[in-house]
């Protein structure tokens, strides 16, 4: 065993287990992340045309994230516009939940890790004093020094496994909510084109009159 992981004591395996745990979690989610198709302005904007040509070029065989989308509600376009949302909610739902999937977990584990380390150290200097208070002899600055050494040694390796760990956490779901919310919006275009209607008219048509809407 190396030296730095003796110096951890009894809390080196949790420690250990915990970083293998955060890596193989992070790795799991980067390669699910990587594979998402950002959705361009241009393809956002553009989006009726997408929608109609989905079935015919980009979404024919085996499509993929938002593609799917488009594919689902090209294959249910002869439903009534309510199932067709009812479909479509379902979806982004089980999209969700996928792109969610693990991060609690890897959050769970930034948590933990530093509460290991803390309680490691804890230890640690219980072990130290109680070392020092059975010796007879003069107390040295460099004694204290060595055991305030190995007692912090596993808060410091709680905090750099809890750091990445919450980071990754939260980037992957702000990477998701993002994505979905630009999902979710061409998906709304796409429908409005089903039915007959084109949001960029209100955007060639400056002299249309503004309707607000109130709430029932």
Not at 21 to 29: F, H, K, S
Not at 58 to 78: I, Q, T
Not at 160 to 172: K, V
Not at 196 to 212: F, I, K, R, Y
């Amino acid at each position: 065993m190396p030296a730095w992981f003796i110096s951890m004591g009894p809390l080196g395996w949790p420690l250990a287990l915990c970083s293998l745990l955060a890596l193989a979690l992070l790795l799991e989610r980067l390669s699910v992340f990587l594979q998402l198709q950002p959705i361009s302005e241009k393809t956002l904007h553009s989006s009726a045309a997408v929608c109609r040509d989905c079935s015919i070029q980009s979404c024919g065989k085996r499509p993929s994230g938002w593609r799917y989308g488009l594919a689902l509600l090209e294959r249910h376009g002869s439903l009534p516009a309510e199932q067709r949302e009812e479909v479509l909610g379902c979806w982004l739902q089980e999209e969700r939940n996928r792109l969610n999937r693990h991060l609690r977990v890897l959050q769970m584990v930034g948590v933990l890790a530093p509460m290991l380390g803390l309680l490691g150290t804890v230890l640690g200097m219980v072990t130290m004093f109680a070392g020092i208070a059975e010796q007879n002899g003069p107390v040295t600055p460099a004694l204290l020094a060595d055991g305030l050494w190995q007692a912090l040694y596993t808060t410091v390796w709680g905090m750099l496994i809890a750091i990445p760990a919450l980071a990754a956490g939260q980037g992957f779901s702000f990477w998701a909510e993002r994505y979905l919310e630009r999902v979710q919006m061409l998906l709304n275009r796409c429908h409005l084109a089903f039915n007959g209607l084109d949001l960029s008219l209100a955007e060639t048509v400056q002299s249309a009159p503004v309707m607000q809407w109130r709430a029932s």
